[in-house]
């Protein structure tokens, strides 16, 4: 291990966990890590020490909110979830988790009352954590829940067995580990789909205890809701007079399934017990399925007329008034990253209307204000998410302008929006936003600083951002972080972030991986380009990635590495590395073969390095027929297709001379470890320096403590022993 890498994991800091045994299954109550750093950097440790702020929801009176905040014990590989009370002005912050238990998913029941899951149960509480009571009787199954408006019934989650893509083990055979799979879509993300989740129906008592009769609203229906992978509760909603539900749903499975992002919104009559799709006219006959090149670009344009919508359709609200119910909504099927619309569908006339079209990009989240005339969202522009409103004719209004990401946001009152922001040195905190002061426009108070104990003992990075004209004659702009503690008169090495996607923004994201803090911390300036194919800069740029992976997105990564070494004095261009994950690894491996020697090493977490092999790996069909364009085994294959498939990565090995770390998780089925092992094995078998971390655990992300921490441990290590 190089001398200065050796300092950096050896200590930095001294780390202590309360943690207590509980005398049943060992349990471990992990509370808020106490740090004490022996210098100003910031280290993989305390990283992984600092608390995580998740959920969140204010009382309806607006006096009072819940949050949700993980904490993380490296010692333990645990997490802990916990709920806080606190003022809505953060005054009097008081913790109501106070054993070992997770307790997630608090919602209000009225001033006094919070309901929350623990168990698999619904539980509710006081504001001081007291007078708690098990509200449901479900034997551990539920998974999430959402009350109606008057209280009187519940949404439950709870999954429910699945056999029409694996078939049942046979009687006989209980232990075998074997699964015969009848058609695709049978595993999604990191597991095996056996399970699917339906919503329930319960009646609720006026001392807000469950009944124990659930009605399935999807009774016989072999579809999921929410939907897979990252479905939750923001895909259900409440009418204001309880009596309705919608919901989200993609109403197919198998090849149907795979190739399609087609869902759709639906409500459901709790009193009738039927059901209406709100974006399919009622005689809509779903075409049939002809698995050709012809299936792969069904829906190019957007739809001539509002009955029939067939994109992703997701997240509904209904305006406080009933009248509206709102959702994202994306314009064509098979493209999952489509711009995210905002639909307003009028219930009283039928008639739709998209409410952001003047915003040429998506719109991340949103909510209604309480006299439903206007919808306050989040959107990203130029590389930060910030707040917008729009009203009922589609009057888009820019209200906030930070050098920071808002991540979510609902109403706290009448007048005042309750956000979570956070940036590229700042993780999520909680924030009161007053859109319309009086004296000041728009103003913005913190309420939250959960991490301030951690925060102060660090130096800070600098952020700057740089416009550079591209080798097409566009302006593109790349974000610049330097270490703490800047000297300009110095040369840094210097890293070249590769964004994943490949359609997600470089905003001020906060992350626990692609930290660019603890980056610059250890030394090194990070250039951080928003090449073509991210949003944020119209529409145009977004979609100029599909189908040409290679071309001007690869030349807009290499321009801003070489404007940064032209025009940075402290970039030293002898130093340079690239590094990225996703589509990012993508771009690490194929820049390995068409660097011209400007880097000294490479690091590819998670990347696709064999386009024809991913092609038929993914469990996402729909994401390879677009981006691709077409199938590889067709023979008249479109021109965009071809260059896809020559472009490879794997097709430039005999290229590569510079050092690569591979890093890939076992449990990635979205892009399967095959790719890093082959990737790692043929710069091997080149003859070049290489690395592979591999987790059997992990999927596409690194989620458990000690993985994290020897994530960044073997990313430093590498970067050190080529960069110092």
């Not at 106490?34 to 929801?57: G, H, N």
């Not at 209307?353 to 306050?376: A, G, Q």
Request: glycine letters at 6%; one cysteine or more.
């Amino acid at each position: 291990m190089n001398k200065s890498m050796t300092i950096v994991a050896a200590a930095a800091l001294l780390l202590t966990a309360s943690c207590t045994q509980k005398e049943n299954n060992e349990k471990v109550n992990i509370q808020k890590q106490t740090v004490k750093l022996e210098s100003d950097q910031m280290t993989p440790e305390a990283l992984w020490a600092m608390s995580r702020l998740s959920s969140y929801q204010a009382s309806p009176d607006g006096l009072h909110i819940v949050f949700q905040t993980g904490y993380y014990s490296v010692e333990e590989n645990a997490s802990h979830q916990v709920l806080w009370m606190m003022k809505a002005d953060g005054s009097e912050q008081k913790q109501l988790t106070t054993d070992a238990d997770n307790e997630t998913d608090a919602q209000w029941l009225d001033n006094e009352t919070i309901a929350f899951l623990r168990g698999g149960e619904v539980w509710s509480m006081d504001l001081e954590g007291n007078a708690r009571k098990q509200l449901s009787n479900s034997e551990g199954s539920i998974e999430g829940f959402m009350f109606s408006p008057d209280r009187s019934k519940v949404i439950l989650l709870k999954s429910i067995d699945f056999n029409d893509i694996i078939k049942a083990k046979p009687a006989d055979l209980p232990k075998t580990t074997g699964r015969v799979v009848t058609d695709l879509m049978y595993r999604h993300w990191d597991h095996y789909v056996e399970t699917i989740q339906h919503p329930f129906v319960a009646e609720v008592n006026s001392q807000f205890s469950i009944h124990d009769s659930h009605i399935d609203i999807l009774e016989g229906e072999p579809f999921e809701c929410p939907m897979e992978p990252f479905g939750g509760m923001e895909q259900l909603a409440w009418s204001p007079d309880s009596k309705q539900i919608a919901y989200t749903c993609r109403k197919k499975t198998g090849l149907a399934y795979s190739i399609s992002t087609d869902s759709d919104i639906f409500l459901y009559d709790v009193e009738k017990k039927e059901t209406t799709n709100l974006c399919k006219p009622a005689d809509y006959v779903e075409p049939a399925i002809e698995p050709s090149k012809t299936m792969l670009h069904q829906t190019v344009n957007a739809p001539e007329n509002l009955k029939n919508l067939p994109g992703y359709d997701q997240n509904p609200k209904f305006s406080p008034d009933g009248r509206y119910i709102t959702w994202l909504s994306m314009a064509r099927n098979g493209y999952e990253a489509d711009r995210m619309r905002l639909c307003c569908h009028d219930l009283q006339n039928g008639e739709k209307t998209f409410l952001t079209e003047s915003f040429d990009s998506n719109v991340d989240d949103y909510c209604w204000t309480p006299d439903s005339k206007t919808i306050y969202f989040i959107g990203v522009w130029h590389a930060t998410e910030n707040l917008y409103s729009t009203n009922l004719q589609g009057e888009v209004k820019q209200i906030t302008n930070f050098q920071a990401d808002f991540g979510s946001l609902q109403m706290l009152n009448d007048k005042q929006i309750l956000a979570e922001k956070h940036s590229f040195t700042e993780p999520a905190d909680l924030y009161v936003v007053t859109p319309s002061d009086p004296n000041y426009g728009v103003t913005i108070a913190q309420i939250t600083e959960i991490n301030k104990d951690i925060l102060d003992q660090l130096g800070k990075p600098s952020v700057d951002q740089r416009w550079v004209k591209t080798t097409d004659g566009q302006q593109m702009l790349y974000w610049i972080i330097q270490p703490p503690h800047f000297d300009p008169n110095k040369k840094y090495p210097t890293l070249l972030f590769c964004e994943g996607g490949p359609q997600s923004p470089v905003s001020q994201f906060w992350s626990y991986r692609w930290n660019f803090f603890i980056m610059a911390s250890q030394g090194y300036v990070i250039i951080a380009p928003n090449r073509r194919g991210l949003p944020g800069f119209g529409q145009e740029w977004l979609e100029e990635i599909s189908g040409d992976w290679t071309g001007q997105c690869m030349n807009d990564y290499l321009t801003a590495i070489d404007d940064a070494c032209d025009s940075l004095s402290y970039v030293d261009r002898d130093r340079l590395a690239a590094v990225g994950a996703s589509f990012g690894g993508f771009s690490v491996y194929y820049l390995a073969g068409h660097h011209d020697k400007r880097f000294k090493c490479f690091i590819a977490h998670d990347g696709a390095f064999n386009l024809e092999a991913m092609y038929t790996e993914t469990e996402e069909n729909w994401f390879s027929n677009w981006e691709y364009d077409d199938a590889y085994w067709n023979p008249d294959q479109t021109d965009r297709a071809r260059k896809t498939y020559a472009n490879s990565p794997h097709r430039f090995v005999d290229k590569w001379d510079t050092p690569i770390l591979c890093i890939h998780g076992e449990k990635d089925y979205r892009i399967n470890a095959t790719q890093g092992m082959s990737a790692f094995n043929a710069a091997r078998m080149r003859g070049i320096e290489a690395e592979l971390l591999i987790f059997p655990d992990e999927n596409h992300w690194v989620l458990k403590p000690q993985n994290g921490i020897l994530w960044q441990r073997t990313y430093f290590d590498w970067l050190a022993r080529w960069l110092k």
